[in-house]
C-alpha cells in the first residue's frame, strides 16, 4: 500500500538513495533538508515528480507534516562536519528528534531513528551485539555526535513508552556508495578521490584500525524491512566484513589503477580501534542480510566518483 513518508536529511548521501526506493516502491516523499551536507544534485532526478516533495528546513525548528511514516536522517555524519559546530551536532540530534517525535505523536506516524555503530564508542566487545551499552567518552570531540545519537535513542524510547509512538532504531555502521559528498572526510571517499587524483593516501594513525563497510542499497533494504517490522529494539544494520584502513586503501588502489602512496598521519582523538556489526538479530528479526561485498561495492562507488570529478 503506497504511503504519505517524510524523509529528513533526504537529500544527504544515504536520504537521497531512500527517497529514491520509495519512490520506486510506489510511496509519496516529503524530503526534508537545511543542505548542511546535503545537496540538490543528489535529488535532482526526483524535482519535479508529483510523489516528491523537497522542503528546505532545519529540523531544529518545529514542523508538522501528514504522513504515515518518517525515516529520521537528518544530521551530519563525517567526523570532519560533525565536528565544525559540535553545539549545533547536538542541538540537531536531541531538539531535531524532539521535534519529530512530536510531529510523530501528533499525526500518529511511525519514526525510524537513523543511529549509528558510535554508540557502541571504542568498544570492548567485539563484534557488537545491540546488548552492549558501549564505551563511548562523554567529552571528547565525537562526543556531540555519539552522545547525541545516544540521546536520540533515549528520546525515541522514551516516546514509545510514555505516549505510545511507534519507533524503530537502526544502528547504521560505516556505509558508502555513490553520492558521497568529495569533501566529505571520510574514509572511502576520501580514499578514493585520493586514488583518482593520484594524490597521497592519508592513512591516520598505522591503518590497522577496522571498519565493516556496508554498501548503501543493503542498508536501504534494512530501513524498509525494519520499518515494516514489529522489531521495536534498536537493529544492526551494517556489513560483518571487517577491513583495517590499509587494506581499504590497496583495493581502492587496485580498483582505480591509481600510483597513489601512502601518508601517514596522526590518528584522530578517541578514533574507535576495531568496529564490527553481529547482525544476528537483523538477520533473525527481519531476514536481512547484506548481499554487496565491498570489492563490488567499492567498484559502483568509484565509477560515480570518476564520472563527476574524473581520473
Ligand atoms: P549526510 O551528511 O550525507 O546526510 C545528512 C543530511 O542531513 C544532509 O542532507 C544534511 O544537509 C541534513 N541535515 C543535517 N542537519 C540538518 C538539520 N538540522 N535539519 C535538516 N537537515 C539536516 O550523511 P549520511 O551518511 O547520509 O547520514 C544520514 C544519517 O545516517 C545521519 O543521521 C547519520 O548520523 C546516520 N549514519 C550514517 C552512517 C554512514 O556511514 N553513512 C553511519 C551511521 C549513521
Ligand atoms: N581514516 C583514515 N584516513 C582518512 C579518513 C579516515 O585513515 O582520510 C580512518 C579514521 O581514522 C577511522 C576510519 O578511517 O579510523 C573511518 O573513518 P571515518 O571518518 O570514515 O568514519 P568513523 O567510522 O571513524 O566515524
Known amino acids: 500500500m503506497a504511503k504519505r513518508i517524510l524523509v529528513t536529511g533526504g537529500a544527504g548521501f544515504v536520504g537521497s538513495h531512500l527517497c529514491e526506493r520509495l519512490i520506486a516502491e510506489g510511496n509519496e516523499v516529503v524530503c526534508l533538508d537545511n543542505f548542511f551536507t546535503g545537496r540538490r544534485a543528489n535529488i535532482d532526478k526526483l524535482i519535479g515528480r508529483h510523489d516528491f516533495e523537497l522542503v528546505r528546513h532545519d529540523i531544529c525548528d518545529r514542523t508538522t507534516f501528514e504522513v504515515e511514516e518518517i525515516y529520521h536522517l537528518a544530521c551530519p555524519a563525517s567526523p570532519v562536519h560533525y565536528q565544525k559546530n559540535?553545539?549545533?551536532?547536538?542541538?540537531?540530534?536531541?531538539?531535531?528528534t524532539l521535534n519529530v517525535l512530536d510531529m510523530a505523536r501528533e499525526v500518529g506516524a511511525r519514526v525510524l531513528i537513523a543511529s549509528t555503530s558510535e554508540v557502541y564508542g571504542d568498544p570492548h566487545m567485539h563484534p557488537q551485539r545491540e546488548e552492549y551499552w558501549g564505551n563511548v567518552n562523554p567529552i571528547g570531540p565525537r562526543a556531540c555526535y555519539d552522545e547525541g545519537k545516544r540521546c536520540a535513542e533515549a528520546l525515541a524510547v522514551s516516546y514509545a513508552r510514555q505516549y505510545g509512538v511507534g519507533v524503530r532504531i537502526a544502528r547504521i555502521f560505516n556505509t558508502y556508495g555513490p553520492r558521497m559528498h568529495e569533501s566529505d572526510g571520510r574514509v572511502v571517499s576520501n580514499f578514493v578521490v585520493q586514488c583518482l587524483r593520484n594524490k597521497p593516501i592519508t592513512i591516520f594513525g598505522e591503518g590497522k584500525q577496522t571498519r565493516s563497510f556496508c554498501y548503501v542499497d543493503d542498508l536501504v533494504e534494512g530501513f524498509l524491512r525494519l520499518m515494516a517490522s514489529d522489531v521495536d529494539v534498536p537493529v544492526n544494520l551494517g556489513n560483518p566484513g571487517e577491513f583495517t584502513m590499509i587494506e581499504l586503501a590497496e583495493l581502492t588502489k587496485e580498483l582505480t589503477g591509481s600510483k597513489s602512496a601512502f601518508v601517514y598521519e596522526p590518528l584522530p582523538v578517541d578514533d574507535p580501534v576495531?568496529?564490527?556489526?553481529?547482525?544476528t538479530?537483523?538477520?533473525?528479526?527481519?531476514?536481512?542480510?547484506?548481499?554487496?561485498?565491498?570489492?563490488?561495492?567499492?567498484?559502483?562507488?568509484?565509477?560515480?566518483?570518476?564520472?563527476?570529478?574524473?581520473g
Not at 86 to 96: D, S
Not at 281 to 306: H, N, S
Request: aromatic letters at 4%; charged letters at 35%; glycine letters at 10%.
Open 86 to 96: 559540535p553545539v549545533r551536532t547536538i542541538r540537531t540530534c536531541v531538539q531535531g
Open 274 to 279: 576495531r568496529r564490527k556489526p553481529d547482525i
Open 281 to 310: 538479530r537483523a538477520v533473525e528479526r527481519l531476514g536481512w542480510k547484506p548481499t554487496i561485498a565491498l570489492r563490488d561495492g567499492l567498484g559502483r562507488t568509484v565509477a560515480d566518483f570518476r564520472a563527476r570529478i574524473g
